[in-house]
């Protein structure tokens, strides 16, 4: 990877208690070029929020959509990370280092030349794996600025 030469600022939201218009209406007031799906499935429950409808959605207003699976919370790590429990950022991170770290390296660098947005489930960007994304990040990039919608 390469320095950064500007400040760079990536997005993190999630769609917990959010509607997908009231999502796209978020980044698109935010700039965002780019939504970088961080969810290990790209499917949920809740309307609009699986893969090809959210890409659909976010298409029409100019938005594009990307689905980073491996940069996805592996399923048994799930509940200990929404316990708030420091193993589980750790478990984590760990995965970021071994098995994602190819793209990790492809969002940081895309975040070089476009305004991206993180997408998980969780609204509260801590409590989501896509904080520890943003952090390793940070440490490797201190330019690098969050703002969590």
Known sequence: MTAYHQIVEIVSVGY????IEEL???LSVNRVDVLVDVRLNAISRK???????LAKALGEVGIVYRHERSLGNP?????PFRLGLQSARDRYVQHLQNGASASFGRVINL??????????FEREHFDCHRSCILEMAQEEYPNLHVRAL
């Not at 917990?16 to 509607?19: D, G, H, P």
């Not at 309307?47 to 090809?52: E, L, P």
């Open 16 to 19: 917990e208690r959010r509607s």
């Open 24 to 26: 796209v209406e978020m």
């Open 47 to 53: 309307r609009g929020f699986s893969k090809t409808a």
């Open 75 to 79: 399923k048994e790590n799930r509940d």
């Open 111 to 120: 975040a070089q030349d476009e305004r991206i947005a993180l997408l998980c």
